[in-house]
């Protein structure tokens, strides 16, 4: 049996430590992992997921997936989602969008989810049935229905093939939108939604870890969620609305 509000609780005490610390280090030359193609890892990625792990193990018997170190053993049907660092190019190149996310996962979908937008110094959280809040106000999706007034963010994963095919598809469903905006953190992005600043998010071949917790928060404040099944390596498409558009 899962206590979702203690659960709540840890993740987002644990979003608020790693936030801290990314902020701590903001002005410190970060060390560089991989540069690899489109990709960056950095070692703070890692040294932010160590912490949240070792917050969270401490306090939960729930096994955990992380973005940096992924998981052991088998994850069974209730399990937490960790993205240290959503943002990571942005954060080394002092672009202040990025955000600690945290999700729990139970039977395939998140239960509950905390974003911190350390940068603003916005939590947002959600759990199921609970409701959507950023440090704790209540939040909704915007109202608008016509995708000509609505705004559409998005982004291209790093691993996405750069085909023309890809960004004719990705070009004509832009014309639809009033604005089109891709800033480089899908938690972000998703909180936009959640916080009626956006209309719909779409990303295809998104990892888990970028979105589960967007994706209850999105929920909880009204909104639709689409997720496809995730593959071996955690990608899906996924596709978060106001419910209206
Ligand atoms: C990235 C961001 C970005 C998305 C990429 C992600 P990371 O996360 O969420 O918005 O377009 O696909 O990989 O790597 O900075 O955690
Ligand atoms: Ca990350």
């Not at 610390?21 to 060390?31: G, H, V, W």
């Not at 560089?32 to 489109?38: K, P, S, Y």
């Not at 960790?82 to 990025?98: E, V």
Request: proline letters at 2%.
């Amino acid at each position: 049996m899962i206590d979702i509000d203690k659960s709540l609780e840890i993740a987002k005490d644990a979003a608020l430590l790693a936030g801290k610390f990314l902020i701590s280090a903001k002005n410190d030359a970060q060390k560089i992992l991989i540069d690899d193609g489109r990709d960056i890892k950095l070692q703070i990625d890692q040294d932010a997921e160590n912490l949240i792990t070792e917050y969270i193990s401490t306090r939960s018997d729930l096994p955990i997936l992380g973005e940096e170190f992924g998981h052991k053993g088998n994850l069974g049907s209730a399990f937490w989602v960790i993205d240290p660092l959503d943002g990571t190019s942005n954060y080394f190149r002092n672009i202040p969008i990025c955000a600690v996310s945290i999700a729990l996962m139970h039977n395939n979908e998140p239960i509950l989810g905390v974003i911190n937008d350390f940068f603003s110094e916005d939590l947002y959280f959600a759990s199921k049935e609970k409701g959507a809040f950023v440090n704790n106000k209540r939040i909704n999706v915007s109202n608008i229905s016509e995708h000509s007034k609505g705004t559409i963010v998005t982004g291209i994963p790093s691993k996405k093939e750069y085909s023309k095919e890809y960004f004719s598809r990705m070009i004509d469903d832009f014309k639809c939108w009033k604005k089109v905006r891709m800033i480089g953190s899908a938690a972000i992005a998703n909180t936009f939604v959640a916080a009626g600043k956006a209309e719909i998010y779409r990303e295809e071949g998104i990892f888990l870890w970028d979105i589960a917790a967007g994706a209850i928060i999105v929920r909880e404040a009204g909104g639709n969620i689409s997720m496809s099944t995730a593959d071996n390596k955690f990608r899906l498409d996924a596709e978060f609305t106001n419910g209206k558009v």
